[in-house]
């Protein structure tokens, strides 16, 4: 046990764990087999899933670098699809790079400037196979990139101080910026931030699956010493599972919880990462890293019984007090995990409309719109109203807007709404049945009766909002704000899409 205090406290200090083998206690195979056994079918990820880049797993690097004034450094989009719009430092991994690596290379390429990264400020992930690690550092030198030096990475670079002078990429950048200015404004005691998690890099370690360790702590009332989980499965570890590359990482962890747990889980809270491990140039491993996430019970450890082969482990209390001190805000890398507004809207169709009680909540069939936004809706509208800009041109503003509003509902709304409710209807969990043929033909004949029953109600609905919303978003909005004014509109809309596609 000692072994696992030892690596507990690596984790704290943004190391790498040091263990014995590769340790997963619920691997992909044992969540399709658990969600098979209660006679349920899901899309699920294939049982033996190696992750890839480039092939089944994306990792974007982003840079947010601020200087003495307060400016942050902006690149110029070059790319056809948002050519002349502004957006950090960003771009995908590439094989055999490790992530500080790819953000030192994006940065070059993009702004002409040399930095060096001193921390993680933030993880994201959209679903489990798709994650952006947002770093900041200090510039080094180089030069900064002006249009005579505009290539097919980036048109310019430039430190901005006001960001509404730019037409920006997406708004997706903002909250990421606002937290780099508080990293940088925060008052130090040496290199070290004060009431802010110590400098984290990711470490050097190769993974073959895509991996969450769980820094699971709990306070005993009888003694008030500090617990942590520990897993019993094969040698004493701290307690991982694989993640599931096609559902978010929350899903993953409440999944994994209940394995431990049981049905009735304890009051729990995940918090941030600790560490990341990821090492890409081991080609025979691929592509797989290790997140090591904090998650407190709140509860005393009496109230949260475990099921076998897991047990609580009593730390020292330097050690207990040392992870209690990164349960505060900002102690670790915030975990952001992409959700998106279609979940809003139909949690507020269950509870709202359909009168269900928060603790009844259907969060699969949230998770599974979450996924829709995602995937499918933000990616076609986003293609859609560009594919709009550069073949609809000429003419007065009011004609532009006009016959942009007409393709918009007349060509891509009945398309899209047939397309959504035939993926919603694909995605709802099904009885498992021994007929495979029987079990498509009972899914394309819910398809069908789904879109005889609800299309047109819904097609009429759409045009009674949409119109007159797309007429005003298409004459007064900017390019990169449309999609934000159609997702404030859509909180209402999605509410209405949910309840009619569950209905």
């Known amino acids: 046990m000692e072994g696992i205090e030892r690596n507990l406290q690596r984790i704290l200090r943004g190391e790498a764990a040091q263990e014995s083998q590769e340790f997963c206690d619920f691997t992909l195979r044992e969540q399709n087999e658990a969600t098979a056994a209660k006679g349920i079918i899901t899309p699920s990820a294939p049982s033996e899933f190696h992750p890839v880049l480039k092939k089944n797993v994306c990792y974007i690097v982003m840079a947010v670098l601020i200087n003495d004034s307060g400016e942050v450094l902006m690149m110029q989009e070059a790319k056809s699809s948002c050519a002349g719009q502004w957006y950090l430092p960003a771009g995908r991994m590439e094989p055999q790079e490790s992530i500080?690596?790819?953000?030192?290379?994006?940065?070059?390429?993009?702004?002409?400037?040399?930095?060096?990264?001193?921390?993680?400020?933030?993880?994201?992930?959209?679903?489990?196979?798709?994650f952006r690690f947002i770093l900041t550092g200090e510039i080094l030198g180089g030069k900064l990139k002006t249009p005579a030096d505009a290539n097919s990475e980036s048109l310019q670079a430039k430190w901005v101080k006001e960001l509404s002078e730019l037409s920006?990429?997406?708004?997706?950048?903002?909250?990421?910026?606002?937290?780099?200015?508080?990293?940088?404004?925060?008052?130090?005691?040496?290199?070290?931030?004060?009431?802010?998690?110590?400098?984290?890099?990711?470490?050097?370690?190769?993974?073959?699956?895509?991996?969450?360790?769980?820094?699971?702590?709990?306070?005993?009332?009888?003694?008030?010493?500090?617990?942590?989980l520990v897993s019993e499965k094969t040698e004493a570890h701290i307690p991982t599972c694989e993640i599931n590359p096609i559902r978010s990482i929350h899903s993953t962890l409440k999944k994994y919880m209940t394995e431990i747990f049981g049905a009735d889980l304890p009051p729990h809270r995940p918090h941030g990462i600790l560490s990341v491990e990821y090492d890409g140039r081991?080609?025979?491993?691929?592509?797989?890293?290790?997140?090591t996430l904090l998650v407190s019970i709140r509860c005393p450890l009496e109230n949260a019984p475990l099921?076998?082969?897991?047990?609580?482990?009593?730390?020292?209390?330097?050690?207990?007090?040392?992870?209690?001190?990164?349960?505060?805000?900002?102690?670790?890398?915030?975990?952001?995990v992409v959700r998106g507004i279609m979940?809003?809207?139909?949690?507020?169709?269950?509870?709202?409309?359909?009168?269900?009680?928060?603790?009844?909540?259907?969060?699969?069939?949230?998770?599974?719109?979450?996924?829709?936004?995602?995937?499918?809706?933000?990616?076609?509208?986003?293609?859609?109203?560009?594919?709009?800009?550069?073949?609809?041109?000429?003419?007065?503003?009011?004609?532009?807007?006009?016959?942009?509003?007409?393709?918009?509902?007349g060509l891509f709304a009945p398309f899209f709404l047939v397309v959504f409710l035939a993926t919603v209807e694909v995605l709802k969990p099904t009885r498992m049945t021994s007929n495979h043929e029987s079990a498509l033909s009972s899914q394309w004949l819910a398809i069908k009766r789904k879109l005889e029953e609800e299309y047109f109600d819904v097609i009429k609905v759409n045009w009674l909002l949409w119109p007159s919303v797309q007429l005003g978003n298409f004459y007064l909005v900017p390019l990169q704000y449309r999609i934000l004014v159609v997702q404030v509109v859509a909180l209402f809309w999605n509410t209405y899409l949910a309840w009619k596609a569950n209905n």
């Open 100 to 130: 500080q690596v790819a953000a030192k290379r994006e940065v070059k390429e993009e702004t002409g400037l040399d930095f060096e990264p001193t921390t993680l400020l933030m993880v994201e992930s959209a679903g489990g196979a798709w």
């Open 168 to 228: 920006l990429r997406a708004g997706d950048i903002l909250p990421v910026i606002e937290k780099a200015r508080e990293w940088h404004t925060h008052a130090s005691i040496g290199s070290q931030k004060v009431n802010w998690h110590p400098c984290l890099l990711p470490t050097p370690k190769s993974h073959s699956r895509l991996l969450l360790r769980i820094a699971c702590l709990v306070r005993k009332k009888s003694t008030n010493r500090v617990h942590l």
């Open 282 to 291: 081991d080609v025979d491993r691929g592509d797989g890293l290790c997140l």
């Open 307 to 336: 099921i076998d082969k897991y047990s609580w482990m009593e730390l020292s209390e330097q050690t207990g007090l040392l992870l209690l001190g990164r349960l505060d805000k900002n102690m670790s890398v915030p975990l952001n």
């Open 343 to 409: 979940a809003c809207g139909d949690v507020i169709a269950q509870v709202m409309v359909e009168k269900c009680h928060a603790k009844n909540i259907n969060w699969g069939r949230t998770e599974r719109f979450a996924i829709l936004g995602t995937f499918l809706v933000v990616p076609m509208i986003r293609t859609w109203y560009l594919t709009l800009d550069r073949f609809i041109v000429g003419g007065r503003q009011v004609s532009i807007a006009l016959r942009k509003m007409v393709c918009d509902q």
